[in-house]
């Protein structure tokens, strides 16, 4: 269970620190993918200062959450021509039905995909870890998930 547990969390912040929040581009970050990015390494070094992290484990997270990071940006500009091609087709007299549909399934294989990357990297930041700072990231996720 505990084991679980700490997959879990490890899975979780690697997703949260490295994909998902970053891409928002809300009113507090702005769209500058390179400020996004600062900000996400910011957050990911607090964490890893509170795990006591030693310099090996930084440099090897660090290089996954850039690996990561990267992919993540490619699908976000993916995600905005797509987003352009289904405003122009909606704008049109006759949009073609078959190409919005594609669309939407291509977006769709493109997120799954991205997904299973996250995951990969948060079994990479998992194995990187030691087992109490897994337990203590597993802890820390719970306090934060508790009702």
Known sequence: MMKRL???GSALLAVALLSGFA???GPRW?????RVKQVVTWK????LDTL???EAQRQSIHAVKDRLFSDGVALMQEHRS????AFEQLASDTPDRQKLHALVDARIEAMRAFAHK???AALE????LTPQQRKELADQFRERMAP
């Open 44 to 47: 990911l070094d607090d964490k």
């Open 125 to 128: 930041v998992h194995g990187t």
């Open 6 to 8: 700490a997959i879990a």
């Open 23 to 25: 891409f928002r581009a």
């Open 30 to 34: 702005g769209k500058d993918p390179e």
């Open 52 to 54: 006591d992290a030693t």
């Open 82 to 85: 797509a987003r352009d091609e």
């Open 118 to 120: 996250a995951t990969d």
